[in-house]
């Protein structure tokens, strides 16, 4: 998936027994002020599990708890006037892209629509919901940032996991859309400019001259990379490179197609995954106060449920 963000996503999601599929709207929670009806149940259901209807109850617990939660998270940031904006979602879903190195919005659209089973739109709104239940957390929950010093602590204990990270310099082609003719293009020319290079042209020359990644301008270079931060493809080529100097095959990532150049290898330092950590340790506390949080909010909320066979999970 895209990489899937480092943030507590909260799949909004739930649905009705197979046996009660009705061709009307029917109320099947009532959280508080918030009805919660079949119609959007049976889609989200489907959307999620990739079924047309449910084969037991207990599929249904965890789903309908969600949506639940989602209630009583709208709730509370309408009590708090939280709102997320449309700009703060696309944002957002730019740093995505940034970070994936995802070309433009129509590749992210389409990987959204073949990996997710859902629109764009769909998609936002997951975005939202995910952005708002962080902001809510952070703002009306109260979540301290973690300190550097716990990061460290974090590495140290973990160090070995990490495994290593490279000092690469890449060759970046991009095809101009998806049509057959722009892939077997950009697949020609990736291949052209690695065959010079095995003859023993500069990489960092054709990388100046062909590469569509900024690094271009640096002859290819983007320095020190962790492993695990890297597109998994990208990833599962590169460990496998062990010499300095070493060329890779062309690797297709949802980037485009690219060629690689290893400079140097060593374990993973701290200041490569620094922020990640941090960042990590952040979003595993929130989960911790936002689970605490929705437990008592439950308990002071209005809840009727209507749907036959239900358990909390």
Known sequence: MIKKLCIIIVTIVTVVPAFAWETFDRVIAVVNDTAII????????????KKQTPKKPEELNFILDNLIERALI????????????????????NNI????????????????????????????????????????VSLAIGVSPPSREEAYQWYKENKNKLGNEVHIKQ?????????F??????????????????????????????????????????????????DPYMANTVFRMKKPGEI?????????????????????SFETVQDRILNMLYQRNMGEQFKKWIVTRRAQSDIKIYLENYRQS
């Open 171 to 179: 060759i970046v082609i991009r095809p101009k859309n998806s049509s």
């Open 97 to 136: 892209m940034k970070s994936q190195k995802i070309p433009s919005l129509d590749v992210f659209k389409k990987m959204v629509e073949e990996k997710e089973g859902i629109s764009f739109e769909e998609y936002k709104e997951e975005i939202r919901q995910s952005l708002l239940t962080e902001m809510l």
């Open 38 to 49: 079949q119609s959007e149940l049976m889609r989200r259901y489907q959307v999620v599990t």
């Open 74 to 93: 709208e709730q509370e940031a309408r009590e708090q006037a939280i709102i997320i904006s449309d700009e703060k979602v696309m944002s957002h879903i």
């Open 181 to 230: 003719a722009e892939e077997k293009r950009a697949n020609e020319l990736i291949n052209q400019i690695r065959d010079r290079i095995l003859k023993g042209e500069s990489f960092e020359k054709l990388a100046s001259q062909y590469s569509e990644d900024p690094s271009a301008k640096n002859g290819g270079d983007i320095g020190w990379v962790a492993l695990a931060e890297m």
């Open 248 to 268: 890779s095959t062309v690797i297709k990532t949802h980037s485009g197609y690219t060629i690689v150049k290893l400079m140097e290898s060593r374990p993973t």
